[in-house]
């Protein structure tokens, strides 16, 4: 969760007008990378866009787990539901018997 929001306040208007306005013009930025301005926005949507892809792996592995726990949870109704039937069915022939018990002892 994290890594969403932290990418998400990166995107953000104020985030990108720093970049623009204020880490591009720092010098140890234009000595060490590059003096063109294209060349360094290229760099910023390159980590952005390796950042987007490490959040879509981390969703897609969470998004796996929660399925494997879903279908266990979907398994264990089905199972449960069954039960009830077969509980339903059990009370309904208990019941018959016990009316046939009442009915012989009036008799």
């Known amino acids: 969760m994290s890594k969403a929001v932290n990418l998400w306040r990166s995107l953000s208007q104020e985030q990108i007008a720093r970049l623009r306005e204020e880490i ?47 279908e266990r949870f979907v398994a264990a109704g089905a199972n449960l539901y069954q039960e009830l039937e077969i509980l339903a069915e059990l009370e309904q022939g208990l019941r018959r018997i016990e009316m046939n018990a009442e009915i012989r002892r009036c008799q």
């Open 24 to 70: 591009m013009h720092l010098e140890g930025v234009r000595k060490l990378v590059s003096n063109d301005d294209n060349f360094l926005l290229g760099l910023a949507l390159a980590e952005t866009m390796d950042s987007v892809d490490s959040l879509a792996h981390s969703v897609t592995r969470l998004c796996t787990r929660s399925l494997r726990k879903l």
